[in-house]
C-alpha cells in the first residue's frame, strides 16, 4: 500500500556505493575490479553521470550481497527525484514569467482569474486575460499609458488595472458616442453636485451619452485616482475612489471628462494629487483647471474668498454652496486646494460617495 509519503532525502546510487566501500575498506578500484568492470564505469555510477543497468544491478547485488531491487529502486527513484526537481525548477522559471507581466498575486486576490496550482492553467488564466497569446507577447497596453504622477508607478500592475476596467466596460450597453453631445450635458451632469445622494445619477448619464463609467480601485504601487482609456470608440471614465470624499470624487469626475472634451488621446491614468509631475504636463494642467472652472468658477470661488477671509466656517461655505449650487464639501475641496483653509479643518464636510456607486464598484 503506497502511504503517499516521500522520503525527506533522496539518495544517489554513488552516495551509497562510497557508503558501502567505506564500509568494507574498498576502493573504487577493488570495485572494478570485483564486478570486472572498467573503473571509468564505475566512477560514473558513483558520479551519478551513468545510470545502473540490470546487468549492473545484479554485479552490485554480487558483490555487496544485497538484492538486485535494492539497486534498481535506488536509481529508478533518484532519476524520478531528478525529473520531479527539474519540472519543479521549469515551473519556478515559468510562475517568475508570469508575475513579471501581471501581478497574479493580486488578481488571484481580488478573483480577477481563478487560483490553481497547475501552471500550465495559470498561464491560460493569465494571457487570457491581459488578451496575450503567451506570456512572451507583448502586453497591449503598458507602450500607450501616460500617467500623470511623479511617483514610480508599476507598468505592469497599471497594464493589468486597464484590462480589467476594459473587460467591465464590455459589459456595459450605452448609447453613441458624441463629443459634442457631452460637451452640451457639462451643466446637467454638475447638476448633480448639489447633493451627495445624486452622485448615483451620474453613471446612468455618463451612459446614455456614450461614456462608460467604472470604479476599480487601485492596485498597489499605482497611485491611481482615476482615468479615461477609449475603447472600441467609447470613452471609459473610470474612478478608484482611492480618497471616497465628494470633493475628490467630483474633481476626478470633471477631470476624466476635461479629458475627453478637450480631446487628449491615449490612456490617461491620472493622480491628481498636487505636486506631482506629469508625462503630458500641459494636458493635465489644461483638464486641471477647466475641472475647477466648470466645479467653481474662478472669479466666484475668489470674491467669497475675499468676502470671508478669515472667518471660514461651516455657515459661511453652506450658504455659498447653496448659491453656487454645489455640495459644501466641494467648495471645501477648493478652499483646501488654494490654500486659503488647512486641510485638517471642517473634513466633516467631506462626506464619502462610494455607498451611492456601490453597484457600479468593482475590485
Same mark, same amino acid.
Given at each position: 500500500?503506497?502511504?503517499?509519503?516521500?522520503?525527506?532525502?533522496?539518495?544517489?546510487?554513488?552516495?551509497?556505493?562510497?557508503?558501502?566501500?567505506?564500509?568494507?575498506?574498498?576502493?573504487?578500484?577493488?570495485?572494478?575490479?570485483?564486478?570486472?568492470?572498467?573503473?571509468?564505469?564505475?566512477?560514473?555510477?558513483?558520479?551519478?553521470?551513468?545510470?545502473?543497468?540490470?546487468?549492473?544491478?545484479?554485479?552490485?547485488?554480487?558483490?555487496?550481497?544485497?538484492?538486485?531491487?535494492?539497486?534498481?529502486?535506488?536509481?529508478?527513484?533518484?532519476?524520478?527525484?531528478?525529473?520531479?526537481?527539474?519540472?519543479?525548477?521549469?515551473?519556478?522559471?515559468?510562475?517568475?514569467?508570469?508575475?513579471?507581466?501581471?501581478?497574479?498575486?493580486?488578481?488571484?486576490?481580488?478573483?480577477?482569474?481563478?487560483?490553481?496550482?497547475?501552471?500550465?492553467?495559470?498561464?491560460?488564466?493569465?494571457?487570457?486575460?491581459?488578451?496575450?497569446?503567451?506570456?512572451?507577447?507583448?502586453?497591449?497596453?503598458?507602450?500607450?499609458?501616460?500617467?500623470?504622477?511623479?511617483?514610480?508607478?508599476?507598468?505592469?500592475?497599471?497594464?493589468?488595472?486597464?484590462?480589467?476596467?476594459?473587460?467591465?466596460?464590455?459589459?456595459?450597453?450605452?448609447?453613441?458616442?458624441?463629443?459634442?453631445?457631452?460637451?452640451?450635458?457639462?451643466?446637467?451632469?454638475?447638476?448633480?453636485? +448639489?447633493?451627495?445622494?445624486?452622485?448615483? @445619477?451620474? $453613471?446612468?448619464?455618463? =451612459?446614455?451619452?456614450?461614456? /462608460?463609467?467604472? *470604479? !476599480?480601485?487601485?492596485?498597489?504601487?499605482?497611485?491611481?485616482?482615476?482615468?479615461?482609456?477609449?475603447?472600441?470608440?467609447?470613452?471609459?471614465?473610470?474612478?478608484?475612489?482611492?480618497?471616497?470624499?465628494?470633493?475628490?470624487?467630483?474633481?476626478?469626475?470633471?477631470?476624466?471628462?476635461?479629458?475627453?472634451?478637450?480631446?487628449?488621446?491615449?490612456?490617461?491614468?491620472?493622480?491628481?494629487?498636487?505636486?506631482?509631475?506629469?508625462?503630458?504636463?500641459?494636458?493635465?494642467?489644461?483638464?486641471?483647471?477647466?475641472?475647477?472652472?466648470?466645479?467653481?468658477?474662478?472669479?466666484?470661488?475668489?470674491?467669497?474668498?475675499?468676502?470671508?477671509?478669515?472667518?471660514?466656517?461651516?455657515?459661511?461655505?453652506? +450658504?455659498?454652496?447653496?448659491?453656487?449650487? @454645489?455640495? $459644501?464639501?466641494?467648495? =471645501?475641496?477648493?478652499?483646501? /486646494?488654494?490654500? *486659503? !483653509?488647512?486641510?485638517?479643518?471642517?473634513?466633516?464636510?467631506?462626506?464619502?460617495?462610494?455607498?451611492?456607486?456601490?453597484?457600479?464598484?468593482?475590485?
Amino acid at each position: 500500500m503506497n502511504s503517499g509519503y516521500k522520503p525527506a532525502r533522496v539518495l544517489s546510487p554513488g552516495k551509497v556505493l562510497i557508503r558501502e566501500l567505506e564500509a568494507r575498506g574498498w576502493t573504487q578500484r577493488d570495485l572494478a575490479e570485483i564486478i570486472d568492470r572498467p573503473y571509468q564505469a564505475v566512477n560514473e555510477i558513483i558520479n551519478c553521470n551513468k545510470l545502473i543497468t540490470p546487468d549492473t544491478a545484479r554485479e552490485l547485488a554480487r558483490a555487496f550481497g544485497t538484492s538486485i531491487d535494492f539497486w534498481i529502486n535506488l536509481e529508478t527513484n533518484y532519476r524520478l527525484h531528478l525529473a520531479e526537481k527539474d519540472e519543479k525548477e521549469r515551473s519556478i522559471i515559468r510562475r517568475s514569467k508570469l508575475y513579471s507581466i501581471a501581478p497574479v498575486r493580486e488578481m488571484i486576490r481580488r478573483s480577477w482569474i481563478e487560483k490553481t496550482d497547475n501552471i500550465d492553467q495559470l498561464e491560460k488564466n493569465v494571457c487570457a486575460f491581459l488578451g496575450i497569446s503567451s506570456p512572451n507577447s507583448p502586453l497591449p497596453a503598458v507602450a500607450n499609458l501616460r500617467h500623470s504622477q511623479g511617483r514610480d508607478s508599476d507598468p505592469v500592475a497599471l497594464n493589468a488595472w486597464v484590462q480589467r476596467v476594459k473587460q467591465i466596460a464590455k459589459r456595459q450597453t450605452g448609447n453613441q458616442f458624441d463629443g459634442t453631445v457631452l460637451k452640451n450635458a457639462i451643466h446637467e451632469i454638475l447638476s448633480y453636485a +448639489a447633493d451627495d445622494q445624486l452622485v448615483s @445619477r451620474v $453613471p446612468v448619464r455618463l =451612459l446614455e451619452l456614450g461614456v /462608460h463609467f467604472v *470604479v !476599480v480601485s487601485h492596485l498597489p504601487r499605482t497611485y491611481l485616482d482615476g482615468a479615461v482609456i477609449m475603447d472600441d470608440g467609447h470613452p471609459i471614465i473610470v474612478l478608484t475612489l482611492r480618497y471616497d470624499r465628494i470633493d475628490s470624487f467630483w474633481f476626478t469626475l470633471m477631470h476624466e471628462i476635461a479629458h475627453i472634451v478637450l480631446g487628449h488621446e491615449g490612456i490617461l491614468l491620472d493622480n491628481t494629487e498636487e505636486g506631482h509631475g506629469s508625462a503630458t504636463e500641459k494636458d493635465e494642467d489644461d483638464a486641471n483647471t477647466l475641472a475647477r472652472e466648470w466645479l467653481i468658477s474662478k472669479p466666484q470661488l475668489t470674491q467669497f474668498i475675499d468676502d470671508v477671509r478669515p472667518h471660514f466656517s461651516k455657515v459661511s461655505i453652506d +450658504a455659498f454652496s447653496k448659491r453656487c449650487k @454645489r455640495h $459644501p464639501g466641494i467648495v =471645501l475641496g477648493q478652499l483646501h /486646494h488654494t490654500g *486659503v !483653509v488647512g486641510y485638517q479643518n471642517l473634513r466633516s464636510l467631506l462626506v464619502k460617495v462610494g455607498p451611492y456607486l456601490a453597484e457600479w464598484t468593482s475590485n
